[in-house]
């Protein structure tokens, strides 16, 4: 009984891949690197489109790693995605939400991104959230 | 055997909503409504401080609800509390992340949320995201 | 020949007038205040559309008044107006830049806009925008 | 008695030239090219610190040239240099605010900035913003 249901899962997971390739996701999951060195980790896609995965800062937070959660999502007729996904950054108080999408240059594919973070540092609630840019790029290795 | 597992996880849920009422969260969960209408529903804080619910929107989307996925983050020393949540729009290739702080004026406490909205609709990428500002009150009901 | 340029400049100023309220700007001049008490002065808008002003900011400045810039769009159409003014903050390095749209509700006329500030004070070039958004409604005088 | 006024004005603002090459900002006026090819050009900077200039965007309004007006402001500690300015689309009911700083990489001096860009065209007051960054380098002529 237990083992049926084993393998019923792990068919589960096989089809919901094979989905995610036809779906052209098959080039999103691994490591991804921004202009400042910090490296997104999305370790998988779940069949909700749930992204799992872990963030690396090169800057602020001594290089600590942080997991990740956000979504992807598709529109059928142009192949389109959307990204977004946030960090918790245990010990700061402060969260970071990214939100972009995906483009191509000479360079190759890229996620544009951009991003709010709220810090609580401020006496001035005005002054919490800071926002800029990220574009992350597949790591080549 | 089942029984004591079962006892260990009862008793850790419990502990959990303990811990969260000792760092003020108590008041987060339940429904929470902004200047259009749309309703956020946080059903639950779990110990990652991860935030599940659900959000319905009374505009864009037909009156449907979607599932959230987000983060509570709080300062120990001021007791100031971070909140980032996202939602993908199922059916729309579109996703909005909020990002925001817990604030209060004379009608009571508010969240101050900035929002990117990334759509696939535009041909062109530099149009693709949109962002606003909600202010999310509970629903006294 | 003198007071004749003068004439028809005068008569140039009040052509302009008239086509102002003819495009429904007649209510934008005059004091408008936001949520935190800062109050925008607009004291005119010429005829390419640019905005002349003043801003007195209720926090982090103290109290000081900077002049302040920017443009008035309508589409002719929906008669939807634009609006976009900026603030140098003289002394302090930083500068705000107001972007947004008139909407009505309850309470009448307001203005909703997002405001991006760039500061200088961060050694980290990423850390030095910081975003919100305010609602500025006209002063009952 | 107007050529003393004549030349009481020039040597005016050949001091005030003197003034900024001084402060560092002598290599701001000139073109500044984004990534899409969108051009910025930089006349003049006065000793109010205004930005006299014109935009000429390479996307979605027909090449068309666009004056714009903006600001500089500079911190004396630390020479950062804060930069906001702003394009009337005339005709197209819409305005751009973009807000940056300059920073240098590899490949030189770029100005980095974010930009809200508000439009007219949608029926739901919310939908009208929309936001992106934007970095611009000097154009090597």
Not at 19 to 24: E, F, M, S, V
Not at 69 to 92: H, M, P, Q, T
Not at 126 to 136: C, D, K, L
């Amino acid at each position: 009984m237990r083992c049926y249901t084993f393998i019923i899962i792990l068919v589960s997971i096989s089809l919901m891949n094979l989905d995610l390739i036809a779906q052209g996701w098959e080039s999103i999951p691994g490591a991804w690197q921004n202009e400042l060195g910090s490296v997104l980790v999305i370790d998988s896609i779940n069949s909700d489109h749930q992204i799992m995965g872990k963030y690396k800062s090169s800057t602020g937070v001594d290089g600590q790693v942080f997991p990740l959660l956000g979504w992807i999502n598709e529109e059928k007729e142009s192949g389109r995605i959307s990204i977004a996904f946030s960090v918790r950054w245990d010990g700061y108080g402060s969260i970071t939400s990214w939100t972009g999408y995906f483009d191509a240059d000479e360079q190759g594919t890229f996620m544009k991104t951009l991003w709010h973070l709220v810090r609580p540092q401020s006496d001035l609630p005005w002054e919490r959230i800071i926002t800029n840019a990220s574009i992350f790029r597949k790591n080549q290795e």
